[in-house]
């Protein structure tokens, strides 16, 4: 961890909060599972058996996976039958990798089985290990998350005259790995004689989930905050941006980089077209400021119509008064 946060110290917090060291470090692991492996080895080998299948429909892909899990089965079962000894052949080679990297090391004994183990050459300050053969302890803990003999546990075996098979845990014997393929998956008939169900098959039922839908996406947990000018919804989740799916070109130039709204040419059109409305629009003031100008100086001259309309009111009054006015009587002076 020292070796890590001297890398990067995020990393280091990122382990801390996220998960255990029991998933990620031996010195933690569980000592009752026998089993010291960090990596996905066994699901690796399965998956490249079934790469035939995994593009089948379901059904072919089902009877693939069960006449190859059949197989495989019987395979062992035989296999685990032909053992000459109590265990398999890659435990023994992984015994005798352990029995010759034991010279390295020499064995003080303490008790009948408890051992102080060092290395050959070296201080006396040097690593050390202490085993003990009777409740299968080793201070460098292989021994007991494997189940199988370390080196310190085999140097002491050989101080005892002991063979380092007989201190193999017991889920590594024949006898356990008959017992596991010992259930096998019995043989099914071609489709042809299959019975026949007139049942409709129906799809399942659609229930929908309470709430509003939500349409932003959903981010890792390794994956940065948004930033403060992005659109979030009311869950602070981000939108995913239109660009990641959607690919779209200028129509003007035909460029991927841009659109037609920030294509370079269209901007240019625009400034131009602007400083010519500009230069236009100064002409068009200047034409009628000189036509407000000489309007002002030059006086209009009466309406001839206006005259005549208002001669013949004025007339049209006058008869109107006299008609309404009653006749009066002529006086005759006779002389």
């Not at 015994?95 to 201080?123: C, L, M, P, Q």
């Amino acid at each position: 961890m020292k070796e890590m946060f001297c890398i990067s110290s995020k990393a280091v917090d990122w382990l801390r909060d996220h998960d255990t060291p029991n998933h990620w470090s031996r010195a933690h692991f569980r000592t009752e599972y026998k089993c010291d492996m960090l990596l996905n080895n066994l699901c690796e080998s399965y998956n490249a058996t079934i790469i035939p299948a995994r593009d089948k429909s379901v059904l072919v892909m089902l009877e693939h996976l069960r006449q190859d899990l059949m197989i495989r089965i019987a395979n062992r079962r035989v296999a685990g039958m032909k053992w000459k000894i109590n265990v398999g052949p890659r435990i023994q080679k992984i015994i005798a990798k352990n029995a010759k990297r034991a010279r390295e090391y020499y064995g003080y004994r303490s008790t009948d089985y408890t051992f102080e183990v060092g290395a050959r050459s070296g201080s006396v300050l040097s690593s050390k290990h202490s085993v003990d053969l009777a409740k299968r302890i080793c201070t460098c803990r292989r021994w007991m998350m494997s189940g199988i003999p370390c080196p310190h546990v085999i140097c002491c075996i050989f101080l005892l005259g002991h063979d380092p098979l007989d201190y193999v845990h017991d889920c590594y014997s024949k006898q356990s790995y008959l017992n596991a393929y010992s259930h096998p998956i019995n043989p099914v008939p071609g489709i042809e004689l299959w019975p026949v169900i007139n049942a409709p098959i129906q799809p399942p039922p659609f229930r929908r989930q309470p709430g509003r839908p939500k349409r932003a996406r959903r981010r890792d947990e390794d994956e940065e905050p948004p930033a403060p000018n992005v659109e979030t919804n009311e869950e602070g989740r981000t939108k995913m941006p239109r660009s990641s799916y959607v690919t779209s070109s200028c129509r003007t130039c035909g460029s991927m980089d841009h659109n037609k709204r920030t294509c370079p040419i269209e901007r240019a059109k625009k400034t131009m077209n602007a400083s010519e409305g500009q230069s236009n629009g100064e002409q068009v003031s200047v034409h009628n400021m000189s036509k407000t100008s000489v309007n002002s100086k030059v006086k209009r001259a009466p309406n001839p119509r206006r005259a005549v309309t208002s001669t013949v009111g004025t007339s049209s009054k006058a008869i109107g008064s006299e008609s309404s006015q009653p006749a009066q009587p002529v006086s005759q002076n006779f002389c």
